[in-house]
């Protein structure tokens, strides 16, 4: 079987394993080494924000409820569209922290600054505001759970509406590399026109964890918050060891343009066989209109995913990671190919 | 100004209040006095259930989230109409209490049993249940927030789900009485079907209070969970005098009835001024579509509430209650017929 | 029966309840009406605070809970006396909240600035602050559990500990009254010295009902966190009346200082018997030290609590209030005297 | 610098960091994997609980909080020694999934039956349980966080309270291979006396992880708890792959017992120099009574970590683990013997 299911079915790029069995030093612990001092000064200098305040996580859902909670007051809630991952895919880990989100219809996973806006406004004109959860936060993911990218002109709408309403905007980047890679808005960007960001490790080359920045400080607090969410690993080290790696000569943004490359093949695959796709998809996350036949015969030597029906067709997504090479990609060309129709 | 702006614009009703201040010996905290005991068995019998477990708490948000959250574990969810009071006019209380609100897009602040089922059987179905809230309550409110009523059919049909799926049945009798006066569904049929129901106090009647029931008891951790939730009262003989005299000779229907019969005469003069109302509402909500011109005008000599716009027109809200009498709605009527259109 | 039980055992003062039944108009809801707006000027002015924000909330254990959960972030705690309302008999409501209570042993209910700054100190230099609890606020009782009374010179001492760390001073006033007319600190003291502070209705006259005072204000967010707790009470017009009728006329003032006579005369009697008192209270709470057949002897005309164990005798307290009248004191007073030895 | 601050200031033990390593292929993801059921196999097999639930969460306050969370109602404590980890070093974890922390005067670490009886028997005989927490689990840390031991009739004792109560045993084994080594109850009396134990692998050779272990099942929920605290680890084979290799040939058992030995040489050189220890520790943490300069000269070598002051002196622990050599041991205990008197 070749592996199409998801972007973490396997361990850490080769760099990054190395660098993390090579660390064998004695370390303090809870992120107070030099691996993740380096690993911090990387992603600063990366992002253009010499001030950032880094912080490594163990995973998504982990930095993401962590960042809401550190962040709003108990009566506060966070946008998101309703295909966000806080929203469907982390068992109410946001709301068991106390918050409510406040999910606006997703377009293709994205959600509009002038969404954002109406919502506000809507809650502001309401004149019974205390009986209704304040919109204090705006949570997107870039890319977004259906792969597509937010440019850099979206960001700064966000960014604009944000000021305008006193919104902290947090994006979750746990698979930000890819977004990254596929879209016009650079790491310097998102640092500046966000309040929080991640970079996620577990879909893009990492082991495990997620780098979570505060481009512009603030977060003193921030250490508290990780242990109180079990958040704060006692041998930080392997993480700093893993993100060093990521961010030392490019690899990071190397093998996530390298995955969304494959991820084009597959696209161009099923193009050339007459097969549309759910939409055009610039990452590595690529979802396919089948029949049922179409899913079964690519199921009996790929591991696919189904993800959501399509009228008579079903949407199945092909996700690609750096460790998707060239004979996977040629064998399911070919086999794409080869499908019935 | 004449009030039709809600169901709790004043004091209690006249019995209600007397039995109030009768009440001046010495009494036990904490509703384990003879007067509560009283409201408990008048209560007990109007619902046939000899068995249930009866309380008395401050208010409707109260009541919903200390029940909530005493019956579910964490990872649970509780299912409601969009509509729903929980998820748009308690300020994210059940979230706060850790729990998600899945919500359902109500038809006139309604959901159905063929809803339900779906969004249960998409849980199960979906291979990766424990990334996801489950659903395990369904919470109605009886009237809805629209006044709108559940049939005892319809009422039949969501226990049959629960049953199936062993989902807990709350509703939200924040304004019962109007509910039982209007629809088909009586207390004993509620207290059948129901695994939790709540019979309002504070909009039909009371100065404040609103009583839970436990139809078929099991109820031995509640006190524990109502002191937590700050919902114990001190003197609760307060609410027990209360519940007391509206449970005594029939008052809480015969008041509740009386605003229904009060809220029909101004649908009626709605009609016979050619206004259409948002839809036809058997209980002491009415929601008249008017012109911005018409409301201002009404809104001279009455205080009504901006429900929702509906177009060029605007929704307005007219609510009656124990208080509203003939001399009220005469004048509404007289005003109504004048209206400019 | 006499009833020394507790301080909440009867209904509210004549003056209250009279205010309570004249409320017969229609008010707006949510504590947004002219009553509780002219309770909150009595209230200012008591305090000599003409910018304090004042809010009327149902209960004591509401009130507490709702203020601290709505001043921490997640990760700071409040330190109390062990002995504190807080950390004994509300049910883990603010841990429910989410926040630990920092206990320190208190000496007749009360704790001292040096215990703070102990406290605070032990956190600051422990090197791993982020794994344990931030103390950022400091709960106290006046009077304390004991009946025990926080001099104005302790409560100064206080403040500078909170200044000197930037804690939250919060003082928890359910029998507010009963300490003011009892110590030296005033109302103006408090609203000097104390960040937020509370004024108990419940336990002084009251039906039921608690003031909270911001008295440097700040306290915009308030009514949302209040909603979120179920601490806004529709017909908020009850408290108003209830409040205004006791700040009028110094009547909260007049009824607790009765009740400390009343109080003194019982303390006297047992004194006069020869029965010791656990400690020397000033307030309307008096701790006799009996055997168990002098408990049982009194138990059979009055009724008092049991508290703690001291050695082989029961401390047993009588309590006092608003509707503690002569011929109560008289009856015990004398059964006293003839109490076996 | 040698290191004896903390067993887990050093990467994995070449065993576990090689079966990492080796995790090449393609895995399903959360713990759904073989590597997962092998460890799953071993460690049932080692407790002599075939029907054993087993699952591997990233930390220590991870692992306490879910468990802890997952197993209580909200008006429910847990009872566990003052100096218990949950209660001092987890930044209130506990308390901020709403639970409150009945925490019992220690000694050495350890609470007995008798002290769980009587916390118990007090909560029932108050009379307003309503009122408090009711305690309904109990947490010791084997060993504790004093290193010392829960011999195998204290923990039957201890059995047969949450027998008598109905209270959940929880066992926090973060160190639980050093108890192992050292006391005489065995994984199969654990598994046949305990609810719950957590089998500790970052402060005992692993990379990072915990096993949690639900001996008599029941566990069906445990992975909804998982997803909705962030404990459910995308790459969960790193786990299995970890554990699998501490659960094969006993390299669990070897190494603990190695740093326990190690440990005892440091004891006996403390006593050979005639400095005392704390107490008598039996794992691999020994706390000895410095005096400053002697703090300071061994500090010029060696990281070790002041834990309390003991009177004049410093109570300073030294730590070993799988990593602690004979060549480390060596120095120290040259330099023990050459210490300042």
Redesign the interface.
Known sequence: ?I?FG?D????GHPAV?SA??K????????GEDPLCEKARAEIRNACAAPEAGVHFL?????VN??AI??TL???Q?VISADSGHIN??????V???????LALPGHLGKITAAQVTQCVEEYRSSG???????PAMVYISQPSEYGTVYSLAELRELREVCDRFSLTLLVDGARLGYGLAAGDATLPDLARLCDIFTIGG??CGA??GEAIVFPHGGDA?F?????????????GW?LGAQFSALFHDNLYEEITAHANEQAQRIAHAFAAAGIDMLFDSPTNQQFALLTQEQEDELSQNY?CQFFEPHGDLRAVRFCTSWSTNDEDIDALVGDIANLAR
Do not use: C
């Open positions: 079987m592996h998801n973490y079915h396997r361990t394993l993390l069995v660390a064998q030093d004695s370390y303090p612990g809870y163990m995973g998504g859902t982990q409820t962590t909670a550190a007051r108990p009566w809630g469907t895919h982390e068992t109410g880990s709301e068991h922290s106390g918050h409510k989100i019974t505001m205390e009986h209704a959860v304040e577990t879909k082991l495990f607090y250490r508290n918050a990780m242990k109180q969410n079990s958040a704060l690993l006692a041998k392997l591991v």
